[in-house]
């Protein structure tokens, strides 16, 4: 009877610990989940505004203490809103998933892309490596956007684009 007692008993002491870890493991994932979706666009997977703001600031605290450049970019999608008006949300959804990944095809590793909400989107670009110059000089860089947009049948977009530099000091 001790025997089977102590059996049973260890037997609920597994199950029980089983349990334990499952429950930990899930809220780890869980909070892995919200941390991913507090930080990414839901849409895109791109970064999204709060988390780019927080690049941005960083960048620019690394350009003011080691005298490096860089520059902003911000993209805005010209005449999105009669994608959405003309052929509904999901083809604007669409397209929006179609930019961002040809943007992130274009970054370098180092390069921070972001949709900022909406039709916006943002990139950070790094200075080349021995240039004063970034990836791969901001005008080649929205050319290249360009002709591979209108390649994919997407020809109404990044008419204008805000650029910035970071310097330091």
């Given at each position: 009877d001790r025997l089977v007692l102590s059996l049973l008993a260890a037997l609920l002491i597994v199950l029980v610990l089983a349990r334990l870890f499952g429950v930990l493991r899930d809220q780890q994932m869980l909070r892995a989940r919200v941390?991913?979706?507090?930080?990414?666009?839901p849409l895109t997977g791109l970064l999204n505004r709060r988390r780019f703001e927080a690049e941005l600031?960083?960048?620019?605290?690394?350009?003011?203490?080691?005298?490096?450049?860089?520059?902003?970019?911000?993209?805005?999608?010209?005449?999105f809103k009669l994608i959405n008006d003309s052929l509904g949300h999901h083809a604007g959804?669409?397209?929006?998933?179609?930019?961002?990944?040809?943007l992130r095809q274009e970054m370098r590793e180092t390069d921070v892309l972001a949709r900022l909400g909406g039709d916006d989107f943002a990139v950070l670009l790094e200075p080349m490596?021995?240039?004063?110059?970034?990836?791969?000089?901001?005008i080649d860089f929205l050319r290249m956007v360009r002709e591979e947009t209108r390649a994919r049948g997407i020809t109404m977009i990044f008419d204008e684009?805000?650029?910035?530099?970071?310097?330091?000091?």
């Amino acid at each position: 009877d001790r025997l089977v007692l102590s059996l049973l008993a260890a037997l609920l002491i597994v199950l029980v610990l089983a349990r334990l870890f499952g429950v930990l493991r899930d809220q780890q994932m869980l909070r892995a989940r919200v941390h991913h979706e507090a930080r990414h666009d839901p849409l895109t997977g791109l970064l999204n505004r709060r988390r780019f703001e927080a690049e941005l600031v960083d960048r620019l605290a690394q350009a003011a203490r080691y005298g490096e450049g860089g520059a902003v970019l911000l993209l805005d999608l010209d005449h999105f809103k009669l994608i959405n008006d003309s052929l509904g949300h999901h083809a604007g959804d669409a397209v929006i998933r179609s930019v961002a990944e040809l943007l992130r095809q274009e970054m370098r590793e180092t390069d921070v892309l972001a949709r900022l909400g909406g039709d916006d989107f943002a990139v950070l670009l790094e200075p080349m490596q021995g240039s004063h110059g970034c990836l791969p000089g901001d005008i080649d860089f929205l050319r290249m956007v360009r002709e591979e947009t209108r390649a994919r049948g997407i020809t109404m977009i990044f008419d204008e684009v805000m650029t910035s530099r970071l310097s330091p000091g």
